[in-house]
C-alpha cells in the first residue's frame, strides 16, 4: 500500500531480467548503487448511491466516477542516501453535488522526501525522512493514509525511523495540509498540526505490540458541543496477530487535552477476535469486531468527552461507510473465503447505537454530521456489506461490492422522510 517501501536491490545481480525487472530496477553504474525505480498506479471506479445520507439532502441516485492516476520514481544514491518523489491526480466526473474533499484533487505532490541512514550497527538503524511523506500506523483507526477514498492524506514535516531486529520506534512532528481540488493548489497550515511516537513490538509466535503518543492541534473544529481549537493528546496502546489460525486485534487509547476553554476526556476500545483456516483450500476466516468510542456527556457544559479518531481509514466500516469511529458502539461479525483461486469473497454486517445520548453521530472522516440532543433514541442503524474480489495477475486486480444500511430508530426520528441507503462500487486498479 506504501509504494515508497518497495526496495529491489535485490535484483542488482540478477543477469535475467524481465522487462519489468529492468525499470523496478535501473542501475546507474556498475555497482549496486546508485539505482532507481520506476512505477505507476491507475485506479478507476464508478459509484452508484441511491438515498446518500439516507435522503437527507438527495434522495433517490447519485452515481458518479472516479479515477487516480500517479506515478513515482524512488532514487537510491547510496547506502545512506535515498529520494522518493511521487505525482498523484485524483478526479472525480458526475456527482450531482459536487466532489466531496476526498473525491478530487487534480494534481499534487504526493510524496518528495529524502532519507538519511545516520546510524547503522548490525541490525539497529536509525533514518531521519524530510519532505513530504504520507503516514500509516497500526491498524489505520488513527492515522491511515486513507487507501478507500480517492483522496489519500499526506503531511509535511521530518520523521526520525528507529529498526531494530523486533522493534520499531518512529518519531515524528508533521503539519497537514487544506486540500483543494485544483491544481497544485493545495493550502500549506503554516503550522505543527500532528506530533507524536509510534512503536511497534514483535513478542513471540506472531504476536505483536504496539505503543503509541500522538498530539494534534486543530483550529474551529466542530462537534456536537460546538465550535472551537483545540489541542489533543492520545496515548493507546494495541496487541494483535494476523497471520494464521486464532488471530486478534485488540486497541485501546485514551485523549486529554483543551477544547475552547474546556477540557477533553475521551476514549475508545476495540476489539476483533477471528480465525482464519489457511489450511483450507478457500482459506476461510471469521470474526467478530466490537467497538466501544466515547461521545458527549452533556451538551453545551463546555467540556467534551467526544472522541476525535485524528486521521482514520475512511473504509473503518465497509468501502464507502455512512458512519464514522465518534460517539459509537457497533457489533460487527464478518468473514471472506476464496470461492475460486484468485476470486475472494467478504461479507460484513455492523450493528450501530450511539454511545451517548447527548452526542450525535459523525462521518467517516471524523467531521460532524447529524445533531443527538433532540433524540433519544440510540440505535442508528444496520449495516449489510458484500465484496467480491477478483486477483487477474500481479498487476491487475478487480473488485465489486454492495451495501445497504437500514436506518435505526435514531436516523428515523433526525430525518423526515428516511430512506435506507444501497451503494454498488466497482473498481479496477493497475499496479505497476
Do not use: C
Not at 466531496?100 to 541512514?117: G, M, S, T, Y
Not at 456536537?224 to 494476523?242: A, F, Q, V, Y
Request: glycine share 10%; net charge negative.
Amino acid at each position: 500500500m506504501m509504494r515508497y517501501d518497495e526496495d529491489y536491490s535485490y535484483l542488482y545481480n540478477d543477469t535475467n531480467k524481465t522487462w519489468y525487472q529492468s525499470l523496478k530496477y535501473v542501475g546507474l553504474s556498475p555497482n549496486i548503487y546508485p539505482f532507481l525505480s520506476i512505477g505507476s498506479d491507475v485506479r478507476e471506479e464508478f459509484d452508484a448511491f441511491n438515498n446518500e445520507d439516507w435522503g437527507k439532502f438527495n434522495a433517490g441516485k447519485d452515481n458518479f466516477y472516479l479515477q487516480r492516476y500517479d506515478v513515482h520514481t524512488d532514487w537510491h544514491l547510496n547506502n545512506t542516501f535515498r529520494f522518493f518523489f511521487q505525482l498523484r491526480s485524483a478526479l472525480e466526473n458526475g456527482r450531482p453535488n459536487g466532489p466531496r474533499p476526498i473525491d478530487e484533487d487534480q494534481l499534487n505532490i504526493q510524496n518528495l522526501f529524502i532519507d538519511a541512514k545516520v546510524w547503522r550497527t548490525g541490525n539497529d538503524s536509525l533514518i531521519i525522512r524530510a519532505g513530504r511523506q504520507e503516514l500509516n500506523y497500526g491498524a489505520g483507526r488513527l492515522i491511515s493514509v486513507r487507501e478507500g477514498p480517492n483522496v489519500r492524506l499526506y503531511f509535511n514535516g521530518i520523521k526520525f525511523m528507529y529498526v531494530a531486529r523486533n522493534l520499531t520506534i518512529d518519531g515524528f512532528a508533521m503539519e497537514a495540509d487544506n486540500v483543494r481540488p485544483g491544481i497544485f493548489d493545495n493550502q500549506n497550515s503554516m503550522q505543527i498540526n500532528l506530533w507524536g511516537i509510534y512503536s511497534t513490538r514483535n513478542l513471540q509466535g506472531n504476536n505483536n505490540a504496539d505503543f503509541y503518543y500522538i498530539g494534534d492541534r486543530r483550529d474551529s473544529a466542530i462537534y456536537n458541543e460546538g465550535k472551537g481549537n483545540e489541542i489533543r493528546h492520545t496515548i493507546g496502546s494495541r496487541l494483535w496477530k494476523n497471520n494464521n489460525g486464532f488471530v486478534y486485534d485488540i486497541e485501546a487509547a485514551y485523549q486529554f487535552g483543551s477544547f475552547n476553554n474546556g477540557r477533553i476526556s475521551a476514549w475508545t476500545a476495540s476489539f476483533d477476535l477471528g480465525y482464519i483456516f489457511g489450511d483450507l483450500k478457500s482459506h476461510p476466516a471469521f470474526g467478530l469486531r466490537n467497538d466501544y468510542i466515547s461521545g458527549d456527556d452533556k451538551q453545551g457544559d463546555g467540556q467534551l468527552q467526544t472522541f476525535d479518531p485524528i486521521y482514520p481509514k475512511g473504509g473503518y466500516f465497509g468501502f464507502d461507510p455512512q458512519i464514522g469511529p465518534v460517539n459509537l458502539i457497533d457489533v460487527h461479525p464478518y468473514g471472506s473465503l476464496f470461492i475460486l483461486p484468485k476470486v475472494s469473497f467478504l461479507w460484513d454486517v455492523v450493528f450501530n447505537w450511539r454511545y451517548s445520548l447527548q452526542d450525535g453521530i459523525y462521518r467517516p472522516s471524523g467531521t460532524f454530521n447529524l445533531t443527538g440532543v433532540g433524540s433519544d433514541k440510540r440505535y442508528i442503524g444496520t449495516d449489510y456489506l458484500a465484496k467480491i474480489s477478483y486477483v487477474i495477475n500481479p498487476f491487475i486486480n478487480m473488485d465489486f461490492g454492495i451495501q445497504y444500511f437500514v436506518t435505526g430508530a435514531y436516523i428515523d426520528s433526525e430525518i423526515a422522510n428516511h430512506k435506507n441507503a444501497v451503494e454498488t462500487n466497482s473498481r479496477v486498479s493497475f499496479k505497476f
